[in-house]
Every structure is written in C-alpha cells, then in structure tokens.
C-alpha cells in the first residue's frame, strides 16, 4: 500500500468526509481510524508504516455485526467503495 504515508496526513480529511473517529487506543498499527460509510456498519483501517523489514500495508476490519445488516458480497462492495473513496480523497 504505497499510498500509507499520504493517508496518513489526510486522517482528518478521511474521517471528516466519512463520518468518522479515531480509532480506539486499544488498536494496533501505526495509525488507524474508524469510518462508518452506511448505517450501522463501521470499518477499522488500521496502517503499517513501512520499516527496514516489511513494507507499508493497512488492514480493514468490519464490525463484528456488519453482516446482519448486509450480506457478504455486499459488505465487500461497502470495503472496496469506501477504500477507493479515501484513495480519491488522499488524491485531492
């Protein structure tokens, strides 16, 4: 995810166009963020910088009750959009 380093001065941007927060303290990563793209349906982004061993990467979670709302297919558009979304965002 070569784009790591640009989200990461964008977070505000980011999270004040998709509704949303940071993440809680309790999550890992370099920097993450939660946005919440449709009704009850939140997804975590949690970055990796990249380092001497490993390269930049970033992680989507959904909350653990996305798929009551929507099926999986369905939730994997929601992940997709929403991805492509901050990619245009960081793009300007």
């Known amino acids: 995810m070569p784009a790591v380093s640009k989200i990461k001065t964008a977070v505000e941007s980011i999270i004040e166009r998709l509704s949303g927060q940071p993440a809680p ?3 890992s990563g370099d920097f993450a963020f939660v946005v919440h793209p449709l009704p009850k349906i939140y997804l975590c982004y949690i970055f990796y910088e990249a ?4 390269p930049p ?7 653990a009750n996305a798929n009551r709302f929507m099926p999986m297919d369905g939730l994997a558009d929601i992940g ?8 245009e965002i960081i793009a300007g």
Do not use: Q
């Open 25 to 27: 303290s309790s999550v």
């Open 51 to 54: 380092d001497e061993d490993f």
């Open 57 to 63: 990467s970033v992680t989507c979670l959904y909350s």
């Open 80 to 87: 997709e959009y929403t991805s492509k979304t901050i990619l």
